[in-house]
């Protein structure tokens, strides 16, 4: 499968934004999609993840309560809309599939595919 991450941008504290990762080829509802962040000299980080069905979203502490990811199968396609952003969130974004097994994994390294990122920036 092919992931293609778009939405970021460059807004200020307190905006809104909304990510998209658009996938083709595989079986995307065989997929559980999670999205990461990167920012500069830092490792790449968990955000927020959902299962091949929906029915399940898991997101790190760090935005929780701010952040809701989405996903329409029948678009092949997730979303991650980031409400009440901080500057500690610039950083690229990046979405992530992995064939579904039992739960949906938080580490990077567990992640199948990868798109390109999209550059999240927030200024004060």
């Known amino acids: 499968v092919q992931l293609q991450a778009s939405g970021g941008g460059y807004v200020q504290v307190g905006d809104s934004l909304r990510l998209s990762c658009e996938t083709s080829?595989?079986?995307?509802?065989?997929?559980?999609v999670g999205w990461f962040r990167q920012a500069p000299g830092k490792e790449r980080e968990f955000v927020a993840a959902?299962?091949?069905?929906?029915?399940?979203?898991y997101y790190s502490d760090s935005v929780k309560g701010r952040v809701i990811i989405s996903r329409d199968n029948a678009k092949k396609a997730v979303y991650l809309q980031m409400n009440s952003l901080k500057s500690e969130d610039t950083a690229v974004y990046y979405c992530?599939?992995?064939?579904?097994?039992?739960?949906?994994?938080?580490?990077?390294?567990?992640?199948?595919?990868w798109g390109q990122g999209t550059q999240v920036t927030v200024s004060s």
């Open positions: 080829g595989g079986t995307f509802n065989g997929y559980a």
């Open positions: 992530a599939a992995v064939v579904a097994r039992s739960g949906v994994p938080r580490q990077p390294g567990a992640y199948d595919y």
């Open positions: 959902i299962s091949r069905n929906g029915q399940m979203t």
